[in-house]
Every structure is written in structure tokens, then in C-alpha cells.
T-cell receptor, first 111, second 111 residues
Framework: KQEVTQIPAALSVPEGENLVLNCSFT??????LQWFRQDPGKGLTSLLLIQSSQREQTSGRLNASLDKSSGRSTLYIAASQPGDSATYLCAVMNRDDKIIFGKGTRLHILP | DVKVTQSSRYLVKRTGEKVFLECVQDMDHENMFWYRQDPGLGLRLIYFSYDVKMKEKGDIPEGYSVSREKKERFSLILESASTNQTSMYLC??????????FGQGTRLTVV
């Protein structure tokens, strides 16, 4: 059974710092991995999708990497801003098309 | 842009009521999902559908059923609502395989 783990569970960093969020998964037979952002009380916003054949994806200040063989992904946020404060969720799509989530990392950027 | 619309943002229902949560997507996606999200437990998959009239149980299907009579609509049914079903419910859709897109969520309170 696929299990997705995100470390750390919470993180506070001063504005302007670069930071890395980690995600690991137990079964490497995946179609893709997706990073989401969730603001309190809201739905999920897709940030980046990495196909299983890809190593990384970039969007603006965000860069996500995927090492499928080791079951790891990282989300790198450059030059963090207070508006980046949110919960970040990692999810994998298994070969049976089910999408399994980690519990998320709560990020707080200190002004 | 993909749009996933959940019928209600907030619902309050009484114990024992039959509750319908509706979700509609406008991008002709094969896959649709229902999750519930609870503090400390993350997003847990309730049911998944990969085609019209097709469904698969997720990790926590007990107390729930689903209906997918049309490709764009996926309904979650609580046959007899209980207080432990108070939660945030999130609907998503995706291609087979592909990125997942989420609705805004329905916060259900059962009293």
C-alpha cells in the first residue's frame, strides 16, 4: 500500500530565505507526483506536476524534483515571501490511478 | 482552465439525515475522486471513479456511497449522517493519468 510522508510537518522561516520541503513515497510504480498549495479553509491549488519520466519541473520561484527510484521529491521555494505561507501537499498517482496524499507541511514565512 | 465545482461551501445536517454532496467538472476527465480532510489525518480517499457507473473504494468508504451517472458529475452520499462524518470534503478530477484539479471544498457539520 502506497504511503506518502512529508517532512517537516511545520516550518517557519524569515522572509527572503530559500527553503526545501520534502516528500517520500514507498511504492515507486507511480504515474506522476504533484505538489499542491492549500490556504486555510480552502481547496487545493495545483503548483507543479512531475511525470514519472521527468526529473524536475519549474514554475517561477518554485522547483520540484523527482527521484522515483529512491521514492523522493523536493519542492524548492526561492526567495520566500509572506504570501507563500500555506500548507503544501505532495501527492502521487499510483498505477491504479488512485491519488495518495502526504499530510502536508505547514509553512509560515515571517515578515 | 479546468473547473471543478462543489455544490455547497458549507452544510449543516442532522444526525441520521441522508446527505448528498455534488461535484461537477467541465474538462471531460475520466477520473473523479472524493476525499475527506481532517486535522492531523490529512486527505483520505473515500471513493474513486474511473468512468461512468464505475467506482472503487478508497481507504475509508464505510458510511459512504457514490454515484456517477454522467461523466461530469460525481456524487457522494452519506446514507445516514453521523457526527463523526463532520469534516471538509474535497472533490477532484483528472485525466487517466494526469494532474488532479480540486474543487473549493464542502465543510459539512453533522449535529
Amino acid at each position: 500500500k502506497q504511503e506518502v510522508t512529508q517532512i517537516p510537518a511545520a516550518l517557519s522561516v524569515p522572509e527572503g530565505e530559500n527553503l526545501v520541503l520534502n516528500c517520500s513515497f514507498t511504492d515507486s510504480a507511480i504515474y506522476n507526483l504533484q505538489w499542491f498549495r492549500q490556504d486555510p479553509g480552502k481547496g487545493l491549488t495545483s503548483l507543479l506536476l512531475i511525470q514519472s519520466s521527468q526529473r524536475e519541473q519549474t514554475s517561477g520561484r518554485l522547483n520540484a524534483s523527482l527521484d522515483k527510484s529512491s521514492g523522493r521529491s523536493t519542492l524548492y521555494i526561492a526567495a520566500s515571501q509572506p504570501g507563500d505561507s500555506a500548507t503544501y501537499l505532495c501527492a502521487v498517482m499510483n498505477r491504479d490511478d488512485k491519488i495518495i496524499f502526504g499530510k502536508g507541511t505547514r509553512l509560515h514565512i515571517l515578515p | 482552465d479546468v473547473k471543478v465545482t462543489q455544490s455547497s461551501r458549507y452544510l449543516v445536517k442532522r444526525t441520521g439525515e441522508k446527505v448528498f454532496l455534488e461535484c461537477v467538472q467541465d474538462m471531460d476527465h475520466e477520473n473523479m475522486f472524493w476525499y475527506r480532510q481532517d486535522p492531523g489525518l490529512g486527505l483520505r480517499l473515500i471513493y474513486f471513479s474511473y468512468d461512468v457507473k464505475m467506482k472503487e473504494k478508497g481507504d475509508i468508504p464505510e458510511g459512504y456511497s457514490v454515484s456517477r451517472e454522467k461523466k461530469e458529475r460525481f456524487s457522494l452520499i452519506l446514507e445516514s449522517a453521523s457526527t463523526n462524518q463532520t469534516s471538509m470534503y474535497l472533490c477532484a478530477s483528472s485525466l487517466n493519468p494526469g494532474a488532479a484539479f480540486f474543487g473549493q471544498g464542502t465543510r459539512l457539520t453533522v449535529v
